[in-house]
């Protein structure tokens, strides 16, 4: 039997009981690094409270090893004074000062260095997608136009991410205490994030700071403001606002965000340039207290080497529709998969990716009746999805926003799907209409409407090439405009840094 650790705290009555009645005799948590794990006394809990007779934790990190558990009393024990320790650290972070030295007042990089000092705790867990993406690229970028880039993060990073910088380095583990909630993981590996960060900058003293946002983080303000570097905020939203609208609410979560306010503030004020990925994520970051003077939008973008040319398509009788996403609520996947309802019989679909609510999409598909038209592929390499989206006929981007405000998103498949050089069919939804040109770089439809998005995806099949002139100014567009190393030189235009001649060969990688 394989369960979600999560779901037996979550209902820990009913997770005893399936046990005893499929007479389970042993219990392993799966942990991918141990040491650094989240929710480490409460996992240990359940498992110490789980009806059999063997219990331990796997560490899934080369080689692998095999770690126990414990009796009831002494994990019960243990995960009190862990309880107590998290607490302490809690309740220090929402009623302590938040400030840090003097922020340099100039703003301006010390000369003659050519190193960049990159924050991102959460890299760890980031998987692929869009945030892996969007770091990789933009740290790739200052590499391209000649900066080298060390990279601080709080566990093994992802290998798109490793290979887009010069070093890497990992904060050590935090103690078991400071792990018991992912929040005061998060609090803790403040300070070890910026020990470690101090650490690298002695060795390679940087010109500037740079950081992605993210909840409860201010490592990044802190090391800016020792070093008397300027501080560039990577910000793709309020992680305060994600906080509170995108997952479950308790009284505990709402003391996290009061804690969080605190730090997003404070970390937005002390950014000399905070790099909003759309005007409506630029709003939110004024509204937190950002200096609108230190805002600038800078979008995301496309890894143009990645990217396959797009080879001439053969005539065939149908079609088959691309879509790429992690199934958000923000993805328009239900419309994605309702459009076929309204589209003949030979069109289908092939959906790249996963997600949790992939199952319900599934089970509505086979409701409508279009179970056979869609093909599920799953979460994929990163070239093997790029290669499934180039041999589709139309690629879909049917983005849809219900939540409060303006659409703040800028989806990095926009940029990757006009670089395919395929015709695009795209929800007409603040950056993405304004990036993309209807009937010129692609169809725009109704956010939201199956049968606009249809409709769109009938406009570019009836063109006589089957919209494959679309597809290539798509392409020319994101080629010319929208590559990372552009997005990169608006950050330095904005800091007055030059680019660099290139570097040497990198030799070094942590």
Same mark, same amino acid.
């Given at each position: 039997?394989?369960?979600?650790?999560?779901?037996? +705290?979550?209902?820990?009555?009913?997770?005893?009981?399936?046990?005893?009645?499929?007479?389970? !005799?042993?219990?392993?948590?799966?942990?991918?690094?141990?040491?650094?794990?989240?929710?480490?006394?409460?996992?240990?809990?359940?498992?110490?409270?789980?009806?059999?007779?063997?219990?331990?934790?796997?560490?899934?990190?080369?080689?692998?090893?095999?770690?126990?558990?414990?009796?009831?009393?002494?994990?019960?024990?243990? &995960?009190?004074?862990?309880?107590?320790?998290?607490?302490?650290?809690?309740?220090?972070?929402?009623?302590?000062?938040?400030?840090?030295?003097?922020?340099?007042?100039?703003?301006?990089?010390?000369?003659?260095?050519?190193? +960049?000092?990159?924050?991102?705790?959460?890299?760890?867990?980031?998987?692929?997608?869009?945030?892996?993406?969007?770091?990789?690229?933009?740290?790739?970028?200052?590499?391209?136009?000649?900066?080298?880039?060390?990279?601080?993060?709080?566990?093994?990073?992802?290998?798109?991410?490793?290979?887009?910088?010069?070093?890497?380095?990992?904060?050590?583990?935090?103690?078991?205490?400071?792990?018991?909630?992912?929040?005061?993981?998060?609090?803790?590996?403040?300070?070890?994030?910026?020990?470690?960060?101090?650490?690298?900058?002695?060795?390679?003293?940087?010109?500037?700071?740079?950081?992605?946002?993210?909840?409860?983080?201010?490592?990044?303000?802190?090391?800016?403001?020792?070093?008397?570097?300027?501080?560039?905020?990577?910000?793709?939203?309020?992680?305060?606002?994600?906080?509170?609208?995108?997952?479950?609410?308790?009284?505990?979560?709402?003391?996290?965000?009061?804690?969080?306010?605190?730090?997003?503030?404070?970390?937005?004020?002390?950014?000399?340039?905070?790099?909003?990925?759309?005007?409506?994520?630029?709003?939110?970051?004024?509204?937190?207290?950002?200096?609108?003077? !230190?805002?600038?939008?800078?979008?995301?973008?496309?890894?143009?080497?990645?990217?396959?040319?797009?080879?001439?398509?053969?005539?065939?009788?149908?079609?088959?529709?691309?879509?790429?996403?992690?199934?958000?609520?923000?993805?328009?996947?239900?419309?994605?998969?309702? &459009?076929? &309802?309204?589209?003949?019989?030979?069109?289908?679909?092939?959906?790249?990716?996963?997600?949790?609510?992939?199952?319900?999409?599934?089970?509505?598909?086979?409701?409508?009746?279009?179970?056979?038209?869609?093909?599920?592929?799953? !979460?994929?390499?990163?070239?093997?999805?790029?290669?499934?989206?180039?041999?589709?006929?139309?690629?879909?981007?049917?983005?849809?926003?219900?939540?409060?405000?303006?659409?703040?998103? !800028?989806?990095?498949?926009?940029?990757?799907?006009?670089?395919?050089?395929?015709?695009?069919?795209?929800?007409?939804?603040?950056?993405?209409?304004? +990036?993309?040109?209807?009937?010129?770089?692609?169809?725009?439809?109704?956010?939201?409407?199956?049968?606009?998005?249809?409709?769109?995806?009938?406009?570019?099949?009836?063109?006589?090439?089957?919209?494959?002139?679309?597809?290539?100014?798509?392409?020319?567009?994101?080629?010319?405009?929208?590559?990372?190393?552009?997005?990169?030189?608006? +950050?330095?235009?904005?800091?007055?840094?030059?680019?660099?001649?290139?570097?040497?060969?990198?030799?070094?990688?942590?």
């Amino acid at each position: 039997m394989v369960m979600a650790a999560s779901d037996a +705290i979550r209902n820990l009555g009913g997770y005893r009981a399936q046990l005893r009645r499929q007479d389970v !005799s042993g219990v392993a948590l799966l942990s991918k690094d141990a040491a650094r794990r989240t929710f480490a006394g409460p996992y240990d809990l359940v498992l110490a409270l789980a009806p059999v007779r063997e219990r331990c934790v796997i560490d899934a990190r080369p080689p692998g090893r095999t770690l126990p558990v414990g009796g009831t009393g002494p994990v019960v024990a243990r &995960c009190a004074r862990d309880a107590a320790t998290a607490g302490r650290l809690l309740v220090r972070g929402l009623t302590s000062q938040v400030e840090g030295p003097p922020k340099n007042p100039s703003g301006t990089a010390p000369a003659g260095r050519s190193w +960049i000092l990159a924050l991102w705790r959460d890299a760890p867990d980031a998987g692929a997608g869009g945030a892996v993406s969007h770091v990789a690229g933009i740290l790739g970028g200052f590499r391209q136009l000649g900066w080298r880039v060390a990279l601080v993060t709080n566990g093994s990073p992802p290998e798109p991410l490793r290979a887009a910088v010069d070093v890497v380095e990992m904060a050590a583990p935090l103690p078991r205490g400071s792990r018991f909630t992912r929040e005061s993981a998060w609090v803790a590996a403040n300070d070890e994030m910026c020990r470690t960060a101090l650490d690298v900058a002695r060795r390679m003293p940087p010109a500037f700071v740079y950081e992605r946002n993210a909840f409860l983080t201010r490592a990044g303000a802190d090391v800016s403001r020792r070093l008397g570097t300027p501080f560039v905020l990577e910000w793709n939203a309020s992680a305060v606002w994600e906080h509170r609208h995108w997952y479950r609410q308790s009284p505990a979560k709402k003391f996290f965000a009061a804690l969080g306010e605190r730090y997003e503030r404070y970390t937005t004020r002390s950014a000399d340039v905070v790099a909003a990925v759309s005007r409506g994520a630029a709003t939110m970051a004024t509204d937190v207290g950002a200096d609108p003077a !230190s805002i600038a939008v800078v979008a995301n973008a496309v890894d143009a080497a990645d990217v396959p040319e797009p080879a001439p398509k053969d005539p065939r009788p149908g079609a088959l529709l691309g879509w790429a996403g992690s199934f958000g609520h923000w993805h328009g996947v239900e419309a994605a998969i309702e &459009c076929l &309802c309204h589209l003949p019989r030979d069109v289908e679909l092939v959906m790249v990716g996963d997600g949790e609510r992939r199952e319900a999409c599934e089970q509505m598909a086979a409701r409508l009746g279009l179970g056979g038209r869609i093909t599920w592929t799953g !979460s994929l390499p990163r070239a093997e999805a790029l290669r499934v989206l180039s041999g589709c006929d139309v690629l879909l981007s049917p983005h849809v926003w219900k939540g409060d405000g303006a659409f703040f998103g !800028s989806p990095t498949k926009v940029f990757e799907y006009m670089a395919l050089g395929r015709p695009i069919v795209a929800s007409r939804l603040e950056q993405i209409g304004e +990036i993309l040109v209807d009937a010129v770089t692609a169809m725009l439809t109704q956010p939201g409407d199956p049968k606009s998005l249809a409709a769109g995806v009938t406009r570019a099949l009836e063109l006589p090439d089957r919209g494959a002139a679309m597809g290539l100014e798509a392409r020319r567009q994101a080629l010319a405009e929208h590559t990372w190393d552009k997005r990169a030189a608006q +950050i330095l235009s904005k800091l007055s840094l030059p680019s660099l001649p290139a570097p040497r060969p990198v030799l070094e990688r942590g």
